[in-house]
C-alpha cells in the first residue's frame, strides 16, 4: 500500500482551474518517472467523465483504465493550494493527490484518506496548513479535529470530601485514556478551578497533554470550597482549539442556569449533551418500521473506488428522501448514501452487498432507481 511522504508533497501551489492543477500535477508525474508524457491526456479524460473531488477540499486526479499502459511505476504527486483551485460546480480543492496506478495500489490511500477526511474542519485545516507534515498528518487522520469525551472519562458519584481530590480524579481519567501525563495532574491539583454556579466548577490546563479531551466526576454528598458549594468538577486538557465545542455548551448553560442539566445527567446523558452537536459520526440511526429497504449486490470488478461511488451518490441525491446504506460485508455501520466520502469510506469490494435504505416521499422510487444504476455497472459496464 502507498504511504505518503515528505517527496510527495508540494506546497505553495497555485491554479486558475483543474485544468492547469491537473497539467501541473502530470508534469511532475513525469518528471518524477512515474509516467508516460501522455498519461496527462488519460488525467484529463478523467476529468470530462466525472469529477475526482471528493469534498472537504479534496481531489484525486487520475488516469482512465485505458491509460494504466502509461503508467510507469505506482505514485503520486500531493500539491498544496492554500488559495484554493477552482475544481468546478462551486468546488474547491486546497489539496490534489495526482495518483498514478498500474493497478489498484492507491486504493489503499483513497481508503485511508476518505476515513480521515469524512470529519468536520478538514478543509479549513488543510488550508491553514503550512508545512508537508501538517497536510500528511491529516490526510492520515494522525491530527486531531475534535477532542475526545467518552464514557471512560466520567465519574459519577465519587465519594470526594475536597476539590483537591477532584481534581486528580479528573486528572486521572484523562491520563487512564492516553490524552495526558503525570504533569497535566500535577498541574491539575495546584490550580484552583473556576466555579460556574450551582455546584459545577471548571478547570483547565495544556501542560502535558497528547490530545484535547475533557473529564466530569460528580460526587456523592456535596461539600463547600471557599464558602462555596461543589458538586461536580469539568476538566479539560487543552491541546488546540478541538475542545472549543464542549466550552461552547457549558457557557450556554451557565448563560441559562441550566447547570443542573450536567450534575444531574447520568453518562448516557452528558455523551448526548456534548456529543449531539461535536461529533461527527458515520453511524446513521433508522426508524426500520417506518422505512424501505432493499439489498443490491455490487458486481464492479474493482468495487466502489471514487468513479463508481460519484455515481452512486448522484443518483442517491435525485430523491428528496433520506437514504443510509451499510456495507453488510463490512462494519454494520451505516452512512449517508449521499455523501461521497462516507460512501468510499465503506470500503466496497466486488460480490459486496450493500443495504440501502430511504425514508420519504419517494422511498420506494428512490430504491428502484439505485437498484438500476447499479444493475448497469454505475457507468463501468
Keep these: 500500500?502507498?504511504?505518503?511522504?515528505?517527496?510527495?508533497?508540494?506546497?505553495?501551489?497555485?491554479?486558475?482551474?483543474?485544468?492547469?492543477?491537473?497539467?501541473?500535477?502530470?508534469?511532475?508525474?513525469?518528471?518524477?518517472?512515474?509516467?508516460?508524457?501522455?498519461?496527462?491526456?488519460?488525467?484529463?479524460?478523467?476529468?470530462?467523465?466525472?469529477?475526482?473531488?471528493?469534498?472537504?477540499?479534496?481531489?484525486?486526479?487520475?488516469?482512465?483504465?485505458?491509460?494504466?499502459?502509461?503508467?510507469?511505476?505506482?505514485?503520486?504527486?500531493?500539491?498544496?493550494?492554500?488559495?484554493?483551485?477552482?475544481?468546478?460546480?462551486?468546488?474547491?480543492?486546497?489539496?490534489?493527490?495526482?495518483?498514478?496506478?498500474?493497478?489498484?495500489?492507491?486504493?489503499?490511500?483513497?481508503?485511508?484518506?476518505?476515513?480521515?477526511?469524512?470529519?468536520?474542519?478538514?478543509?479549513?485545516?488543510?488550508?491553514?496548513?503550512?508545512?508537508?507534515?501538517?497536510?500528511?498528518?491529516?490526510?492520515?487522520?494522525?491530527?486531531?479535529?475534535?477532542?475526545?469525551?467518552?464514557?471512560?472519562?466520567?465519574?459519577?458519584?465519587?465519594?470526594?470530601?475536597?476539590l483537591i481530590q477532584m481534581s486528580a480524579v479528573a486528572g486521572g481519567l484523562l491520563k487512564n485514556n492516553g490524552n495526558v501525563d503525570k504533569q497535566f495532574i500535577g498541574e491539575l491539583v495546584t490550580k484552583e478551578p473556576t466555579y460556574l454556579g450551582s455546584g459545577l466548577w471548571l478547570v483547565s490546563s495544556n501542560k502535558g497533554v497528547k490530545r484535547a479531551a475533557m473529564s466530569i466526576v460528580s460526587v456523592v454528598n456535596s461539600f463547600e470550597f471557599n464558602h462555596l458549594p461543589v458538586r461536580g468538577l469539568i476538566a479539560i486538557a487543552s491541546a488546540n482549539n478541538t475542545h472549543q465545542s464542549f466550552l461552547t455548551t457549558i457557557t450556554e448553560l451557565v448563560f441559562t442556569q441550566q447547570q443542573d442539566s450536567i450534575l444531574s445527567a447520568t453518562t448516557e446523558q452528558l455523551l448526548e449533551l456534548f456529543l449531539s452537536t461535536s461529533t461527527n459520526t458515520n453511524e446513521i440511526a433508522i426508524e426500520t418500521s417506518n422505512a424501505n429497504s432493499a439489498t443490491f449486490k455490487i458486481n464492479n470488478t474493482h468495487g466502489l473506488h471514487a468513479r463508481p461511488s460519484a455515481m452512486l451518490v448522484a443518483e442517491a441525491k435525485k430523491y428528496a428522501s433520506k437514504i443510509t446504506v451499510l456495507n453488510v460485508n463490512g462494519d454494520g455501520k451505516s452512512v449517508d448514501a449521499k455523501n461521497l466520502m462516507k460512501v468510499i469510506s465503506l470500503s466496497v469490494k466486488h460480490g459486496h452487498e450493500l443495504q440501502f435504505t430511504a425514508i420519504g416521499i419517494d422511498e420506494k422510487e428512490a430504491l428502484a432507481g439505485i437498484g438500476e444504476a447499479i444493475a448497469s455497472g454505475l457507468s463501468e459496464g
Excluded at 1 to 11: K, P, S, Y
Excluded at 52 to 76: E, S
Excluded at 126 to 137: N, R, S
Design 1 to 162: 500500500m502507498l504511504t505518503l511522504i515528505n517527496d510527495d508533497i508540494t506546497l505553495q501551489q497555485s491554479a486558475q482551474d483543474k485544468t492547469s492543477a491537473i497539467k501541473a500535477m502530470a508534469a511532475q508525474l513525469t518528471e518524477m518517472g512515474f509516467v508516460s508524457p501522455k498519461y496527462v491526456d488519460g488525467m484529463l479524460q478523467r476529468e470530462q467523465q466525472n469529477s475526482t473531488f471528493l469534498g472537504n477540499g479534496i481531489a484525486i486526479p487520475h488516469g482512465t483504465t485505458d491509460t494504466r499502459h502509461l503508467v510507469n511505476k505506482t505514485g503520486v504527486a500531493v500539491h498544496h493550494f492554500p488559495e484554493g483551485a477552482n475544481w468546478g460546480d462551486g468546488n474547491i480543492a486546497y489539496v490534489a493527490i495526482g495518483i498514478a496506478a498500474k493497478s489498484d495500489k492507491h486504493l489503499g490511500i483513497l481508503k485511508q484518506l476518505t476515513k480521515a477526511l469524512s470529519e468536520d474542519g478538514v478543509e479549513e485545516k488543510l488550508k491553514q496548513a503550512t508545512t508537508k507534515a501538517d497536510i500528511i498528518a491529516l490526510l492520515n487522520g494522525e491530527m486531531q479535529l475534535e477532542a475526545d469525551f467518552d464514557a471512560s472519562l466520567i465519574q459519577l458519584h465519587f465519594p470526594a470530601n475536597d
